[in-house]
């Protein structure tokens, strides 16, 4: 492995982790503002689905775009209704959305994304390398030359943090999933402040999905989230629940599987399979050393006295 | 309802039942498929085996009937519908519907079935040797398995690989590391080095046939390792390295069957496909039945049968050089009078 070799693999793993990052901060926001969401899987297979079907149709990524986020975001309003309206178990709602997801997408491939009737991939998003950032030496490579998602991802990581820690939003979000009753006595709305965020995180893992089917494959098939938005979710319990925690878990997920890809061709003599499941023995371990502490009202119902 | 009245309807229903199980036994040869839920048109397995079946049943003047399962628990009922309307061969396709032909094949042991993609062994279906599978003994002694010999056209695609290549680096994007992908990437691997000794193999298997994510990956690592052809053999995943070679600009190899059609969207870069030829498969099976000659056991689909395949060159027909066309042809030629052995052992 020389040195071209490395940044080579770091550029792979900072696209390859987009998906999981942005998974896990569509989680944040709806644990955050105390709502489980182990939904994030089939809301990035919706959006997967839906940006490829639309934007095949219209031929326009833009419209994919907007198609695959709005689809995840009504995944997410399901989500919040079930959950915050008739206080069902957020667990179950959860993987509820992820059945009707798998089904949903699956059934609609079927019919209108195999030929004869789909009309071809609108393409994936163009590779923008950003002047000037791009020729710095190694980390130019790495950060900066990418497809937009990939760009967008990092950005967000940085106005996340702004956003849960110096803004009002932010602090109502955390109020609300720490200590509804105390929020709710100061005049916040938690019901409203639960919603929003949910549905904003819906959003997130809309982009996610995109991410799989309009900037690095270009089309869709059936279940191709592969497990990826639990993986976010072991991100962010990883990660503490904050964004430059998710992110660092997410980039460390990311290497192991490139460094898995590219060490198999070299050794072929360790399984996949064991290379494959070393992220979520690493996600135990470090649960089981360092306890992860979620926010204290997350996954309870707020019932208004 | 009189009495009268009752007894002519019971009497009814018994004339009735009787003219429907005459029908059943001295009708004539028919012939049914029932499809997996990828459905008529995908392609793959389930469009190439009705095709080959269908005409083959027509030509033979044999009536013909198929359906397509709208799950996996469909299969058990579309089959015993079929053996209610007096089916004598039945087509089932794909691994998934191995265990429920297994037992339709047990419960009606006058039907005969052809599975395609399916053998079984010991253990898989039934308990001693994998011959004594297809016996009365075995219980399957109306079940021809048509499997196809992966590694011989695994090594065609090897051979045009090997003479294609400039930087003298190969790689496979590969799924689930069962036999039919291992058999493809051996195949390969043996065709290229026999075609320049020097060649660089790589290979990842990733154990999943729906994360063409994970396979492009696999794709762009074997690319920046030097990689200027890269063969895609495990479905969706496969397809994830086709496209890695695509977006690089380079050579793609696709698989099972000609993906010029069924994966357009790499169609610039894809020299040609690995592939099994299924409606020769299904279509031979038919003709053996309808001439009373079709044996119970694995047929083997080869090279030298016609069953397996590269397909057509495409858009690199003027691209690829006529001592690669002749190095394919002469490897075919070879395995068909069994002067060359790809390699592949079980």
Not at chain 2, 180 to 207: C, D, H, R
Not at chain 2, 221 to 246: E, K, P
Not at chain 2, 251 to 270: C, F, K, W
Request: glycine content about 12%.
């Amino acid at each position: 492995m020389n040195f071209t070799d490395i940044t080579f693999i770091l550029q792979l793993t900072v696209a390859t982790a987009t998906p999981i990052a942005l998974g896990s901060y569509a989680g944040l926001f709806s644990e955050r503002s105390g709502v489980v969401n182990i939904a994030i899987e089939g809301m990035m297979l919706m959006a997967a689905m839906m940006g490829a079907f639309v934007s095949g149709y219209t031929q326009s990524l833009f419209w994919g775009v907007v198609a695959g986020m709005l689809s995840a975001a009504m995944m997410a309003a399901i989500h919040a209704v079930v959950s915050i309206r008739f206080k069902t178990d957020q667990i179950i709602s959860g993987m509820v959305i992820n059945l009707l997801a798998a089904g949903f997408t699956g059934h609609i491939y079927q019919i209108y994304l195999v030929p004869p009737r789909w009309p071809g991939s609108a393409g994936t998003f163009p590779e923008l390398p950003i002047p000037f950032l791009k020729d710095i030496p190694f980390l130019g490579k790495i950060l900066f030359q990418h497809q937009p998602i990939v760009y967008t991802m990092i950005i967000l990581t940085f106005v996340i943090h702004y956003v849960l820690f110096y803004t009002p939003w932010g602090l109502r979000m955390r109020a609300v999933g720490e200590h509804p009753e105390a929020a709710d006595t100061l005049g916040i709305n938690v019901y409203f402040t639960r919603y929003a965020n949910v549905i904003i995180g819906g959003m997130l893992a809309g982009l996610a999905g995109i991410w799989l089917s309009l900037e690095w494959v270009g089309t869709f098939n059936i279940n191709m989230t592969g497990g990826r938005g639990y993986i976010a979710l072991a991100a962010l319990i990883f990660g503490r629940w904050t964004p430059f925690g998710a992110f660092g878990a997410a980039l460390l997920f990311g290497l192991a599987n490139a460094v898995q890809v590219y060490t198999q061709t070299l050794v072929p003599e360790i399984p996949a399979e064991f290379l494959q499941m070393m992220p979520y023995v690493l996600t135990i371990i470090v649960a089981a050393v360092r306890r992860p502490i979620p926010p204290a009202a997350v996954g309870q119902p707020y019932e208004k006295e | 309802m009189s009495k009268k009245r009752m007894s002519l309807f019971v009497l009814a229903i018994l004339v009735l039942s009787l003219v429907l199980a005459a029908c059943g036994g001295t009708a004539e040869k028919k012939v049914c498929a029932v499809l997996d839920t990828g459905g008529e048109n995908d392609k793959s397995f389930n469009e190439f085996t009705l095709k080959g079946a269908r005409e083959a049943a027509d030509k033979a003047g044999l009536e013909f009937a198929h359906i397509v399962s709208e799950s996996d628990a469909d299969y058990e009922k579309n089959i015993n519908n079929f053996v209610d309307e007096g089916c004598g061969l039945i087509i089932t396709v794909g691994f998934l519907m191995g265990d429920t032909t297994k037992a339709a094949a047990i419960a009606n042991p006058d039907v005969n079935f052809a599975i395609v993609d399916v053998d079984y062994w010991p253990g898989f279906g039934c308990d001693e040797g994998v011959d004594s599978c297809y016996s009365e003994e075995g219980g399957l002694s109306n079940v021809t398995s048509l499997m196809f010999a992966e590694d011989e056209v695994g090594y065609l695609a090897g051979t045009l690989a090997g003479c294609m290549s400039e930087t003298a680096v190969i790689g496979t994007v590969s799924g689930m590391e069962i036999p039919p992908v291992v058999k493809f990437v051996v195949g390969y691997q043996n065709g290229a080095k026999a075609q320049n000794p020097s060649i660089e193999a790589l290979n990842v298997y990733i154990p999943d046939f729906n994360d063409p994510t994970t396979g492009k990956q696999a794709g762009e690592t074997q690319i920046g390792q030097g990689a200027d052809v890269i063969f895609g053999v495990g479905g969706n995943t496969g397809n994830g390295g086709l496209l890695a070679a695509h977006e690089a600009g380079l050579m793609a190899i696709g698989v099972d069957v000609d993906q010029y059609n069924t994966y357009p969207e790499v169609q610039a870069s894809l020299m040609t496909s690995a592939a099994k030829n299924m409606d020769v498969a299904t279509g031979d099976a038919v003709t053996a039945y309808a001439n009373d000659t079709l044996e119970a056991g694995i047929q083997l689909a080869t090279v030298a049968n016609g069953g397996v395949g590269l397909a057509s060159y495409h858009d690199w027909d003027s691209k690829v050089p006529a001592e690669c066309k002749a190095a394919v042809d002469a490897a075919a030629a070879g395995l068909t009078d069994g002067s060359i052995s790809t390699g592949y052992a079980p």
